[in-house]
């Protein structure tokens, strides 16, 4: 079965610094990968997924996650976090073809001024 | 519907007490999905379903939860015996074939 790791469980970056954000993924062949964003009090949103072709994907809200096959990563990028970005994000990862979704446990963004 | 609704948005409830939280997921979406959210925490998974084939039931913490799911649309979670670690909030997520979720609003539960 797949399994999804989120290291950081709180990461707390300056508001115009850049950000990246763990995703690391157990499974035999290549998946689908999504990042969702739970803002405070909000349902979650899809940011950005990956299923095949370029490696680095472009998502809403300036975010970029990149498919690291060799490491088994889709880690999310942004060049320069708003502090409306803080929120909690999610890593995702399905075999596709209706199987079972696994989530990862999250990572709580924090942005200071 | 545009999206996945659920019923109802809040629900308090007495200890000891039965409650049923409801789910409409995107028509034609086959695969449903149902997660508990408690304050702070992220996502448990607790059931998933696909189509007809037999629900994923592993992430049910006790036999006090149970979830059907009637037609391949609807879904009703059920938690018998409410305890108070029980409140949370309930999410339901429909999906397609490439895996995306659709979340719900989700239900709210107070349990006192």
């Known amino acids: 079965a797949q399994s999804v790791t989120q290291p950081d469980i709180h990461i707390t970056v300056s508001e115009g610094a850049s950000l990246e954000l763990r995703c690391n993924y157990s499974?035999?062949?290549?998946?689908?990968l999504f990042w969702y964003v739970q803002s405070p009090g909000q349902g979650l949103q899809l940011l950005l997924k990956?299923?095949?072709?370029?490696?680095l994907v472009q998502g809403i809200k300036g975010f970029e996650a990149e498919f690291k096959r060799s490491q088994s990563s889709f880690n999310l990028r942004k060049p320069s976090v708003h502090w409306s970005d803080a929120a909690e994000y999610f890593c995702?990862?399905?075999?596709?073809?209706?199987?079972?979704?696994?989530f990862g446990t999250g990572t709580k963004l924090q942005v200071i001024p | 519907g545009a999206g996945v609704s659920q019923s109802p948005s809040n629900k308090v409830t007495e200890k000891g007490k039965d409650v049923e939280l409801r789910c409409d997921p995107i028509?034609?979406?086959?695969?449903l999905y149902w997660y508990r959210q408690s304050l702070g925490q992220g996502l448990e998974f607790l059931i998933y379903?696909?189509?007809?084939?037999?629900?994923?039931k592993s992430g049910l913490p006790s036999d006090r939860f149970s979830a059907e799911r009637t037609g391949g649309s609807v879904s009703t979670l059920t938690i018998q015996r409410t305890q108070q670690e029980d409140s949370a909030v309930y999410l339901c997520?429909?999906?397609?074939?490439?895996?995306?979720?659709?979340f719900g609003p989700g239900t709210r539960l107070t349990v006192l």
């Open positions: 997520a429909s999906s397609s074939q490439e895996g995306r979720q659709f």
């Open positions: 990956y299923f095949s072709g370029d490696t």
């Open positions: 379903f696909q189509g007809n084939s037999a629900p994923d």
């Open positions: 995702a990862v399905t075999p596709g073809g209706y199987q079972k979704v696994t």
């Open positions: 028509s034609g979406h086959t695969a």
């Open positions: 499974y035999g062949a290549t998946p689908y």
